[in-house]
């Protein structure tokens, strides 16, 4: 069983988490900078707006970072599923063939091998 389309869905919400947490860097930079408000956050002046621009910051930060960090576990998991699941199905073709393999011989050769 192929699993290109699944796979291919990982990677993509992967690289949506790793974009999600630098939107979320980005994001509380720029309110960090308040580059959006030369006179201050909604009339306050630019010394008593420091604390809401952090708090909002922060905020974004951890919100970018949670958020992320979530869509990147959850690709990863995908991503281990399908690697168990091919393991999983090349231990059992090794199983199988072992099986026929084991049937088809004499007794005399099995007696031959070490043990």
Same mark, same amino acid.
Do not use: Y
């Given at each position: 069983?192929r699993a290109?389309?699944?796979?291919a %869905? #990982?990677?993509?919400?992967i690289?949506v =988490? &790793?974009l999600i947490?630098?939107l979320g860097?980005?994001?509380?930079?720029?309110v !960090?900078?308040?580059?959006?408000?030369?006179?201050?956050?909604?009339?306050?002046?630019?010394r008593?707006?420091?604390?809401?621009r952090v708090? %909002? #910051?922060?905020v974004?930060?951890?919100? =970018? &970072?949670?958020l992320?960090g979530?869509?990147?576990?959850?690709?990863?998991l995908? !991503?281990?599923?399908l690697?168990?699941?091919?393991?999983?199905?090349?231990?059992?073709?090794r199983?199988?063939r072992?099986e026929?393999?084991?049937?088809?011989?004499?007794?005399?050769?099995?007696?031959?091998r070490?043990?």
């Open positions: 069983m290109r389309f699944t796979r %869905a #990982a990677r993509v919400e690289a =988490g &790793v947490i630098l860097v980005i994001g509380a930079g720029l !960090l900078s308040g580059w959006h408000e030369p006179g201050g956050v909604h009339g306050l002046p630019t008593e707006a420091l604390p809401a708090g %909002a #910051a922060v974004l930060l951890i919100a =970018g &970072v949670a992320g979530a869509c990147i576990v959850a690709g990863q995908m !991503l281990v599923f690697e168990m699941q091919r393991r999983l199905a090349r231990i059992d073709r199983l199988e072992w026929l393999s084991t049937h088809q011989e004499s007794p005399l050769t099995e007696r031959l070490p043990r």
